[in-house]
C-alpha cells in the first residue's frame, strides 16, 4: 500500500474524523484496479463503490454467506 493524503472521513453519527488514505490494487473480477483504502481503527475500510452494478445480499448470522453477483 501507498499513502496518499489524509482526509477528514464524515463518520455514521455525522462527526468528522482525520483519516489517512493509502492506495492498493487489488484482484476484482478478474482485473486489477487501484482502490483508495481509509484507514480507520484496527481494520482498513475500501468502502461500497466497487459494488456498483453489482447485488450484495448477505445474513447476519455466525457462519452466514456473503454473496456478490
Known amino acids: 500500500?501507498?499513502?496518499v493524503?489524509?482526509?477528514n472521513a464524515n463518520l455514521a453519527d455525522n462527526s468528522n474524523v482525520?483519516?489517512?488514505v493509502?492506495?492498493?490494487t487489488i484482484l476484482w473480477n478478474e482485473i486489477k484496479r487501484?482502490?483508495?483504502i481509509l484507514a480507520m481503527g484496527r481494520r482498513p475500510?475500501?468502502?461500497t463503490a466497487l459494488l456498483q452494478d453489482?447485488?450484495?445480499g448477505i445474513d447476519f448470522q455466525e457462519g452466514g454467506t456473503v454473496l456478490v453477483d
Open 18 to 20: 482525520a483519516t489517512p
Open 22 to 24: 493509502f492506495r492498493a
Open 5 to 7: 493524503a489524509r482526509i
Open 54 to 56: 453489482y447485488h450484495l
Open 45 to 47: 475500510l475500501i468502502g
Open 1 to 3: 500500500m501507498t499513502y
Open 34 to 36: 487501484d482502490i483508495p
